[in-house]
Antibody, heavy 120, light 106 residues
Framework: EVQLVESGGGLVQPGRSLKLSCVAS????????MNWIRQAPGKGLEWVAY????????YYAETVKGRFTISRDNAKNTLYLQMTSLRSEDTALYYC?????????????WGQGVMVTVSS | DIQMTQSPSFLSASVGDRVTINCKAS??????LDWYQQKLGEAPKLLIYNTNSLHTGIPSRFSGSGSGTDFTLTISSLQPEDVATYFC????????FGAGTKLELK
């Protein structure tokens, strides 16, 4: 069974940093591209970042480019999101999601999400 | 940026009904439109990708159609477990989500 479990969220002050993790199981992690997607309270979903299976291709939403870094450790089956210079508008539930192998811009499995609250 | 207009926002239907949900793109998105289902307190679940490809394990009562700017998700015979919010996602140019359709049982 495919499982994605996020962790690392919490309350953080504006301007500070936070690192999210997503541990994958039930599939060969190194074969799949991965994504971070977020949902602000009461708002719609927003794609944040993508990393290919071997980390050769990395893409970011304009809203986080230069502040967030996506990375992965295939030996540990873990996806990361390093978030710096956090702003109140980064407050959201952050999901990690697996890309389909046949259509990498579609996401077939999602974690339950981890909440990040940016507030003083 | 591409805008997605999803309708209706809210839908009430009976078990066994045929249900349709629509998404209209502000410009041509070719076939790059997915449909997701999200139940309260759960992560989104992929139903259909690239307009009409049924994701593995999804019941055949779900189907997708359309091209260019107009797309439709159809549930051929509504079941109680289909109560959820449904949203579309275009990924032809960047990513844009529809605002969602909340489906409830009448």
């Amino acid at each position: 069974e495919v499982q994605l479990v996020e962790s690392g969220g919490g309350l953080v002050q504006p301007g500070r940093s936070l690192k999210l993790s997503c541990v994958a199981s039930g599939f060969t992690f190194s074969n799949y591209g991965m994504n971070w997607i977020r949902q602000a309270p009461g708002k719609g979903l927003e794609w944040v970042a993508y990393i290919s299976s071997g980390s050769s291709y990395i893409y970011y939403a304009e809203t986080v480019k230069g502040r967030f870094t996506i990375s992965r450790d295939n030996a540990k089956n873990t996806l990361y999101l390093q978030m710096t210079s956090l702003r109140s508008e980064d407050t959201a539930l952050y999901y990690c999601a697996r890309s389909l192998r046949v259509a990498y811009r579609s996401w077939d499995y999602w974690g339950q999400g981890v909440m990040v609250t940016v507030s003083s | 940026d591409i805008q997605m207009t999803q309708s209706p926002s809210f839908l009430s239907a009976s078990v066994g009904d045929r249900v349709t949900i629509n998404c209209k793109a502000s410009q041509n998105i070719n076939k790059y439109l997915d449909w997701y289902q999200q139940k309260l307190g759960e992560a989104p679940k992929l139903l259909i990708y690239n307009t009409n490809s049924l994701h593995t394990g999804i019941p055949s009562r779900f189907s997708g159609s359309g091209s260019g700017t107009d797309f439709t998700l159809t549930i051929s015979s509504l079941q109680p477990e289909d109560v959820a919010t449904y949203f579309c996602l275009q990924h032809n140019s960047g990513y844009t989500f529809g605002a969602g359709t909340k489906l409830e049982l009448k």
